[in-house]
């Protein structure tokens, strides 16, 4: 790497030190006002300025990213992901606790990529309508295409329906099949629909699309077939 290009990853990674501070001192702040029953007004404030801090954060990451020496991406990209985590974890607990039913999608292969890589799929919404006797929720679809995309899915997934008390696991996996497609679909297609094999349709996701290394593998392949830095 020369010399200007050495300069620019040095600025780039000093503002992104300061960008994650803020986005962490956000995210305590949004736990504390939520852990002390603080008035939906006062919460929904500081979730919107939590996403501009991330959002800020994102565009860092992608400019430390095109910097980088190669050797590096890796430490990089499992940073990255631990922030993103943290974010969607406290983005859906405000939504939830503001009264939010959101179809907002986390768009991660926008905002975690080069602008010049395109998505491999898009996330959609599914209308669960095909169990009458279950409540009617809107969840965000997986298709096991970009694996970058299981993080958001899940933790969605599991706020609204996996750690739900009101359902058993039969509903569980009811909500589960329908809002899988593609490879998704087809790694837990051979299950039928009974509280043990719910457990076990949740194990298959997680070990095939949500593994910390093929998520990392994913990012930095994609990263590898950027053109290069003139």
């Known amino acids: 790497m020369d010399a200007a290009n ?27 006002e939520i852990n002390n029953s603080a008035d939906k007004t006062t919460v929904h404030e500081i979730y919107v300025q ?10 860092l990451d992608k400019e430390v990213e095109s910097l980088i020496n190669i050797e590096s991406l890796e430490d990089e990209i499992l940073t990255r992901e631990e922030y993103r985590d943290k974010f969607i974890i406290w ?6 606790y503001i009264g939010t039913v959101s179809s907002i999608t986390f768009q991660n292969s926008v905002e975690n990529q080069p602008q010049n890589v395109t998505p491999l799929n898009n996330t959609v919404s599914s209308v669960l309508t095909n169990q009458p006797r279950l409540p009617k929720l809107t969840l965000e679809s997986f298709s096991g295409k970009d694996i970058s995309s299981f993080p958001s899915f899940w933790a969605r997934f599991k706020s609204a329906v996996d750690d739900n008390s009101n359902l058993n696991d ?5 909500y589960l099949k329908s809002v899988v497609t593609s490879d998704a679909e087809l790694a837990i297609r051979g ?40």
Do not use: C, W
């Open 6 to 32: 050495q300069a620019l990853l040095e600025r780039a990674k000093r503002a992104r030190s300061v960008s994650r501070s803020l986005v962490t001192k956000q995210i305590n702040k949004l736990g504390n």
């Open 50 to 59: 939590l996403i501009s801090k991330y959002e800020e954060l994102s565009t």
């Open 91 to 96: 983005k859906i607990r405000a939504e939830r």
């Open 170 to 174: 039969v509903d569980k996996f009811s």
């Open 191 to 230: 299950l039928t629909l009974t509280p043990e094999n719910y457990a076990k349709a949740v194990k298959i996701l997680e070990d095939r699309f949500g593994r910390k290394e093929l998520i990392v593998d994913y990012h930095m392949n994609r990263l590898l077939n950027l053109s290069p830095i003139v």
